[in-house]
C-alpha cells in the first residue's frame, strides 16, 4: 500500500465530511437558509466529531458483532428523506423541524440534540451533521389525545443516505400516542441514518411505537433517545422487520423520580438480515421503574445481537428493574446473540435479567400436537406467540391491532389455517 | 357385550434407551373409569405419554388398539383428532397466545377433522361459557397466554377446560391431582364427572387415592416396574392407601 491509498473506512469518512460541508454551504438544501446560528453550530460541531471517529469498527466493544463494512463501501450520496404526517389528531402539532425553528426557535434549541449525543454514537454525529429534514412533535401541557399521531418516513431516492429526524416533546401531563413507520420501495438500496429524541414533561404519558419495515437491501442505523422527569411514563416499542443490516441504539434516561418506562422490541428476520438492537436503561433518579422485552425470531442465516445496559446511579434508590430476552432461532444457519449487563451504583434496588436462546421449544410442541395442531401449525404458532407476547404490551389497541396483523403475515402461515 | 374402547397388549417402551414399560396388559370399555396407580418411576407416566404419543418415548413392543385404530401408528395430533386427550401432569405455557386463540385453533383443528365447520370467535365464546362455569373460572383466564404465569392448580384447571371444551372420547388424566388444594381436587373431579358418558372412556393415572373419592373408578390398577401388577375394584385404591405399594410388589 503506497502512503496516499486511503483505507474503505477514511475514504467513506472524507466523503461524508466533503459531503456536509457542501451540505451547509448550499445553504439548506430543505428551503431555508435561515437557519439559526445555533443550529449550524450543532452541525459544525457534530461535523467534527464525526471527522475525527470515523465510522466504527467491530474492534470497539459496541460494535463487535456488527460490521459497518457494507455502509462504508457502498457510496452512497447525501438524500431527502419524505417525512409524512399521516395521522393528526387535534391538539397536538406536527410540524417540520425548519417550520419549528422559525416560529419557536427556544423551545426547539431547548432540547434538540441535547439527548441523542453525537459523543456516544459516531452515526449520531453523522446524522447530526446533516441536521435538515426533521419534525417535531409537540404535545401541549396536560393535552390528552387518544388516537394516535403517526409519522411516516421514506428515502426520496435509491442509493442515498438520510437523515431523518424527529424530536417529540410531550409537556408535563400530557398523554399521547406517536407512532413512527419507517418504509421503503422493495429491493431498493439506501442507508437510512435516523435519529429520535423524546422528551417527557413531568406526569406525561406517551406511548411510542417504532415500525422499521424497509427493503431488505437496505441499511438502517437508528438512535431513540428518551429523557424522563418525575412521574412520567413511557411505553416504547421497536420493531425490525425490514432492511438487510439493522443497528437501533436505544437508550432512555429516567431523570425524575417515579419514572416508569416499559422498553419492548420485537425483532423478526430471516434470509441474510442482520438485526443489532442495543439497549441503554438510565435509573437517574430514585423510585424508578424499567420493564425491558426484547424477544428476537431469527430464520434463514439471519444474525441478532441483543445487548442490554442497565445503569442505576448512585441515589437512585428504590429502583426496580426488570429485563428479559427471548431469542427464538428456527434454523440451523441462524444466530443470536445477547448481552445483559447490569451496572448499579446504589444498594436498595431491585433488578432481575433473564435470557433465553434456543430453537422451538419440543415440549411446548408437542402440547401442541397433542391437542390436535399439526406440527407445522403448532410451530407456526410458537413462533408467532413470541410476536404476540411483544405486541400484547402495546397499549394502543388500534395501533396493537395492525402490528399484529403485520407481524401474522409474516410468523404465521400453517397456524392462521388452524384457528381459521 | 361392552364396546372396547383401549386395549393395550404386552406393551413395551423405553425412553432414552432405558425400558420403563415391560409387558402392559390393560382394557378399557366405553363407559369405564380406570384408575392406575403405583409408586413413583412404576412407568404410570410414561404409559400416559406412550398413549398420546410422545415423540421421546419408543414403543419396543406390543400393540395398543384404540376404538378401530392402530393407536401407536398415528401421530400425535390425529390421536387428538380422534378423542384421545392428555391432561399433562406438567402443562407447558406458550408465550404469546391466549388461551381462547389455542383452544379455538385446537377445537377448530378437530372440528375440521369431523367436517364441521370452524367456530368463529363469537361462537367459541358462547361455547366456552358454560365450560367455564364447571371450572369455576371467569372468562379472565381466556386472555392470558397459555399456563403463562399461572399457579399448578391453575395449569390443572386448564387442562380439564381443554377437556371440557374437546370433548375426548378417551380422556387419560396424568396426576392431575397433584398440586391441588381440596377444593380445587373436587372441582377438578366434578369436572371430570360430568364428562362421564356411556360413550367414552377415562384413565385416571395417580399416585395418591384422594381423587377416587372424587372420581369413583370402576377398575383399580397397580402398576410396578412397568407392569400391571394386580387390578381390583374401587376398594383396592383404599387398600393401597392404607398400606402403602410393597405388599402388592411383593406378590
Known sequence: MTATALTPATEARERYVAASRAFAADGDPYGDSHVPAWWRELREQALARFAATGFPTTRQEAWRFTSVVPIVETPFTIGGNSIRAQSVPAGVSVETLQAAVRQRSALVRAHLGRYAKIETNPFTALATAFLGDGVLVHVPAGQRVDEPIVVTHAPRAPETMSAPRVLVIAEPGARATLVERFDSKPGSRHFTNAVTEIVLGEGAHLEYVRVQLESERAYHVATVQSHQARDSVLSSTTITLGAALTRCDIGAVLDGPGALLQLNGLVVLHGEQHGDYHTVIDHAQPHGESHEYVNGVFDGRSRGVFSGRIIVRPGAQRTDSKQTNNNLVLSDDARADSQPQLEIYADDVKCTHGSTTGPIDPAALFYLRSRGLDASAARALLTYGFGTDILGRIGTVAVREELDALVRARLLTGAREAAA | ?251
Open chain 2, 1 to 251: 357385550m361392552a364396546t372396547v374402547m383401549l386395549e393395550i397388549k404386552d406393551l413395551h417402551a423405553s425412553v432414552e434407551g432405558k425400558a420403563v414399560l415391560k409387558g402392559v396388559n390393560l382394557t378399557v370399555n366405553a363407559g369405564e373409569v380406570h384408575a392406575i396407580m403405583g409408586p413413583n418411576g412404576s412407568g404410570k407416566s410414561t404409559l400416559a405419554q406412550v398413549l398420546a404419543g410422545h415423540p421421546a418415548y419408543t414403543v419396543t413392543a406390543g400393540t395398543v388398539r384404540y376404538r378401530d385404530h392402530d393407536l401407536l401408528d398415528m401421530d400425535p395430533e390425529e390421536r387428538a383428532r380422534e378423542g384421545v386427550f392428555l391432561a399433562f401432569q406438567y402443562p407447558v405455557s406458550i408465550r404469546g397466545i391466549t388461551n381462547a386463540y389455542f383452544l379455538r385453533s385446537a377445537l377448530n383443528a378437530i372440528r375440521k377433522h369431523k367436517n364441521l365447520e370452524p367456530l368463529d370467535p363469537l361462537d367459541f365464546i358462547q361455547l366456552l361459557d358454560d365450560k367455564l362455569k364447571a371450572i369455576g373460572w371467569d372468562d379472565s383466564f381466556l386472555n392470558r397466554a397459555v399456563n403463562e404465569g399461572f399457579s399448578g392448580g391453575e395449569k390443572k384447571r386448564n387442562e380439564i377446560l381443554q377437556m371440557a371444551v374437546l370433548e375426548p372420547t378417551l380422556a387419560v388424566l396424568d396426576e392431575t391431582d397433584s398440586g391441588l388444594d381440596i377444593d380445587a381436587l373436587k372441582t377438578v373431579a366434578e369436572a371430570v364427572n360430568a364428562l362421564r358418558r356411556p360413550d367414552n372412556a377415562t384413565v385416571v393415572v395417580t399416585h395418591y387415592q384422594r381423587l377416587l373419592n372424587y372420581i369413583v373408578p370402576d377398575v383399580v390398577h397397580v402398576l410396578a416396574d412397568g407392569r400391571i401388577v394386580k387390578s381390583g375394584g374401587k376398594e383396592l385404591a383404599l387398600e393401597l392407601e392404607a398400606r402403602g405399594y410393597d405388599w402388592v410388589r411383593a406378590a
